[in-house]
């Protein structure tokens, strides 16, 4: 059983950066590959990027390609997700997933969820 906790998430004007982290609070964390999600309102959740558990390999939705960066802190035992150039659309529940496959860009794929911390990018 590996429980995440997510934080970071605020309220920021378009253009403007946040950064995400996710941590276990319960279980071993580093073995696995770590996904990062979204849920804006009244959409389903949808993929956003992923890294492996070693941190070799990224994977990104074509939305955030470029603005987006998934990373791992093996030290810290963290997965960051690093959001520049913020927009509107951006704005959601964003929550951070522990996987035993990679890539895997479906919930299904995932095992462990968080609560997720809410973004909200104003214009």
């Known amino acids: 059983q590996v429980q995440l906790v997510e934080s970071g998430g605020g309220l920021v004007q378009a253009g403007g950066s946040l950064r995400l982290s996710c941590t276990a609070s319960?279980?071993?964390?580093?073995?696995?590959?770590i996904g990062w999600f979204r849920r804006a309102p009244e959409n389903e959740r949808d993929f956003v990027a992923q890294i492996s558990w070693s941190g070799a390999n990224t994977y990104y939705a074509d939305s955030v390609k470029g603005r987006f960066t998934i990373s791992r802190d093996v030290r810290e035992d963290t997965v960051y997700l690093q959001m520049n150039n913020l927009k509107p659309e951006d704005t959601a529940v964003y929550y951070c997933a522990a996987s035993q496959m990679s890539p895997a860009k479906a919930e299904g794929q995932y095992d462990y969820w968080g609560q997720g911390t809410q973004v909200t990018v104003s214009s």
């Open positions: 319960e279980g071993a964390f580093s073995v696995y590959p």
